[in-house]
Structures are given as structure tokens and as C-alpha cells.
């Protein structure tokens, strides 16, 4: 694309080009979930009676009782005190925080992490940045699931990279349609994304299923990105296991964060993690790319890094536990109460994360057009937030956020309840 300033013997300024699959990277942006959730949230009558509930975002910080550990708040405070971790620190990050989590998830894994195995990143998101950008070459593509988190969507648009999605089956538990993934895949296919437990939908993935994506990923000679952002936060009949574990079958690059199970999502401390045993990306020097990427962005804080050694050996099992049945009273609650609402409908209770899909069955809606019409006017009328499924790929699906205190969850399901009683076709009332 071509700019000037007009006029006769004007410069033409190339400022900017369509990427190869010819979406602007300007519209990228407009993909994330916080500008979905902005325009709903501008549909909100700020001079309504009733508070603004936020089912919306992947924060669950906003209620007092999803609060961090003791132990993770002393141990900022002692490396912050210490006055020892002010400077910059090695761009991969810092030794004695590498080691904790190569440790840390080495415990699930049937061989061990080094700390030449962990790079440091700011959040979880940089680490997906990283990786999308290292992998991005001209004509490859990604496969992605649908529905996904939608950073990957733009990253890849950003990078020039395609992406290619495959089916979440929500009657399945959202299983990954495996067949669809091999008949996305050629030549040109670089990865495979896998997000478990999973944003948006709350699944968990059993080690059958698991062991099945590490075969079809070797048949197809591709690698695998697991995004374990929400590992261990797992409540349901199915137990967390991470995508390393079928490291000797398929290589896989696991990305995570302490932002989670720590819930400390401001903090922006993530991680990358080559699980390798067979040596397959050294060989390949994905190892030396990543550092090489890692060497011209910006590190996770110094004193943050300090202290993740003594957050992760110092927070006990009674922490988690109580946060997994927070989550659990929450999901059964949600659950529970959307099977109550005419117009609504899960196909799958949640099992993990903090998320739940809902879809929208608009033949018992009168004039609602689609989701983003049904958010933007529970937004108006209910003052209830919640997110749009057409920004994670699911047109007319909602996802509703459930770790919240159970009296505001049960007041906006109330509200959700509400509005679709008033909107209910005459027929279907």
C-alpha cells in the first residue's frame, strides 16, 4: 500500500504491504478479546442502577476470594528488599528461576528438564509471540484449534504465517477432530496447537486422546506447541497431563506462565519449554532460533524472576486445592444454571480452566441476530459482560468466565436467565 501527501511530484510512501494471504496486518488487532470485549462493553448504560458483572475477560483477580499465596507476595517482597535483582538479567532469563521450573515440570515428566530446556518470557503471551515468530517461514502454516485462543490468530497474521483450524468436537468433550488435522497438514505445515486444560472451552484431554495428537503429529512430521497456561487447574474426573509426556513420540514446545495457577496474571513471568529427549529440535537448531528471537525482545522483571524459585518451592498443596474447589463450585454452579435457561445450551460441563462455552440457540431468541447481538444487549440491558464467540472462531457460542465469588456468578446468571426470558419467541415461551 502506497501513501502521499497529494499534489504533483507528491512522494509515494511504502509504508506498509498486505501479507501474503492478503489480510491487512492492521486488522489483526481487531481480533484480540479485549477489543471484542470493548465493543461490548461500550453498549453498557453507565447510568444503570445495577454494577457492571464481568463474565467477560480471563482475569479472576476481580474477586477477593481468587487471591495469590502468602508465600508467592514474600517472596516479591525479599527479592525486591534484597536490593540484589535491580539490573537486567541474561536474555533467556536468570539461572536459579529456570532450574525451579525446569524441576517444577519435570515432576509430571518421565525424564528431567535442564534449565537449557526453560527461556523466560514476559507472560505466556510473549512466549506464543516467540514461538509463531520463529516457526513463521513464506507459504508455511499453523494448525489451530477452533475454537482457540485468538493471539494465535493474530500473531500469525502478523508473521504472514497461515493458519489452518481443526474442529473442537463439543460433543466429545471437545476433542481435536484428529481426521480433520491430517487433512489440513501438507509439506508446508510447521506445527501443531494444543491448548489443555483448554480457553475457551474448559476441557480437559485424557491421555488416550492425548497419545493420540502425539501419533498423528509424528505421521505428519510436525511439532507440537502445547499451551499448558492453565496447568494443573484441573477439577473434573479428568487429571491435568502435560503434552511432554509424549515428548519421544513428537517434539512439543510447551508454553505456560506462573499467571494462572498462581493468579497472578499481572505479574508476566512465562515460559518456553523444548521437551526434546530425542534431540530432534537441537538437531533441527529451534533451540538457537528461539534464543536468537528472545535476544532482540524485552525480559520478564528481574526481581519477578528472583523470586519464582520460592514462589513455586514455598506454595503448598492446601493453596491449590482450595482454588480447584473454588473453581469446581463454580462450574457445577454455572453449570447447573444454564441448563435452567430457555435459549442457551452447553454441550460440555467444564472440566478445567476457568471457561465454559455456551451455545446460543437463536430459534427461541426473538430478534437477536447473532452473538455479538446478544452480548452487546445483555450488556445494555443486564449489565452482564460476556464474551462473543465469534472472536475465538465460533459464531453465534458465547463464553462465560466462572471464577468468580458464586453470589456475583449466580446474580449474572440471574440476569442472563432474565433477559433471554424477555427476548423468548412467543412460540417457544
Known amino acids: 500500500m502506497e501513501a502521499g501527501n497529494g499534489g504533483a511530484g507528491a512522494t509515494r510512501w511504502r509504508i ?8 491487512p496486518l492492521a486488522d489483526a488487532g481487531s481480533m484480540s478479546i479485549r477489543t471484542v470485549l470493548g465493543r461490548v462493553i461500550s453498549s453498557v448504560d453507565a447510568s444503570g442502577p445495577r454494577p457492571v458483572l464481568a463474565l467477560g475477560s480471563g482475569d479472576p483477580t476481580a474477586s477477593a476470594c481468587y487471591r ?44 528431567q528438564l535442564s534449565p537449557d530446556d526453560i527461556y523466560l518470557t514476559s507472560g505466556c503471551c510473549q512466549a506464543i509471540d516467540v514461538m509463531i515468530s520463529v516457526l513463521a517461514q513464506p507459504g508455511s502454516n499453523i494448525l489451530l484449534p477452533k475454537p482457540g485462543f485468538p493471539l494465535y490468530e493474530s500473531r500469525t497474521m502478523f508473521s504472514n504465517l497461515e493458519a489452518r483450524h481443526f474442529n473442537l ?33 474448559g476441557s480437559v484431554y485424557s491421555h488416550d486422546h492425548l497419545a493420540k495428537i502425539a501419533e498423528i503429529a509424528k505421521k505428519l512430521g510436525i511439532i507440537i506447541i502445547a499451551d499448558e497456561v492453565y496447568d494443573h487447574l484441573a477439577f ?42 530425542n534431540g530432534i529440535l537441537k538437531e533441527a537448531k529451534v533451540d538457537k532460533s528461539i534464543e536468537n528471537y528472545i535476544n532482540i ?45 430457555r435459549g442457551i445450551k452447553c454441550p460440555h460441563k467444564p472440566e478445567g480452566s476457568m471457561f465454559v462455552m455456551v451455545k446460543l440457540d ?45 453470589s456475583t456468578l449466580e446474580n449474572a446468571l440471574e440476569r442472563i436467565k432474565s433477559f433471554c426470558q424477555r427476548h423468548a419467541k412467543l412460540e417457544a415461551q
Not at 369 to 376: A, I, K
Open 16 to 23: 506498509s504491504r498486505p501479507p501474503a494471504n492478503g489480510a
Open 68 to 111: 495469590p499465596p502468602p508465600e508467592a507476595e514474600d517472596a516479591i517482597v525479599e527479592a525486591l528488599r534484597s536490593r540484589e535483582h535491580n539490573g537486567y538479567s541474561p536474555t533467556v532469563g536468570v539461572l536459579p528461576a529456570r532450574r525451579a521450573i525446569a524441576e517444577y515440570l519435570s515432576l509430571d515428566l518421565p525424564y
Open 169 to 201: 468436537i463439543p460433543d466429545r468433550g471437545w476433542e481435536a477432530d484428529l481426521e480433520s488435522v491430517e487433512s489440513l497438514a501438507d509439506e508446508n505445515t510447521v506445527a501443531m496447537v494444543i491448548i489443555n486444560p483448554s480457553n475457551p472451552c
Open 236 to 277: 473434573g474426573n479428568m487429571p491435568f497431563i502435560p503434552m511432554g509426556v509424549f515428548a519421544d513420540v513428537v517434539p512439543v514446545i510447551t508454553v505456560g506462565s506462573i499467571s494462572k495457577r498462581w493468579l497472578v496474571p499481572g505479574w508476566r513471568l512465562g515460559w518456553i519449554a523444548t521437551c526434546d529427549p
Open 297 to 341: 525482545t524485552n525480559d520478564p522483571a528481574t526481581f519477578i524472576q528472583a523470586a519464582v524459585p520460592q514462589i513455586i518451592a514455598n506454595t503448598n498443596d492446601d493453596y491449590f486445592n482450595k482454588i480447584l474447589n473454588l473453581l469446581r463450585n463454580s462450574a457445577d454452579l454455572c453449570y447447573g444454571k444454564i441448563k435452567e435457561i
Open 362 to 406: 437463536l430459534s427461541c431468541l426473538d430478534d437477536i441476530q447473532d452473538d455479538l447481538d446478544f452480548c452487546c444487549r445483555l450488556a445494555k440491558e443486564e449489565s452482564v459482560i460476556v464474551l462473543p464467540g465469534s472472536a475465538l472462531g465460533m459464531k453465534d457460542w458465547i463464553r462465560i468466565t466462572f471464577a468468580m465469588d458464586v
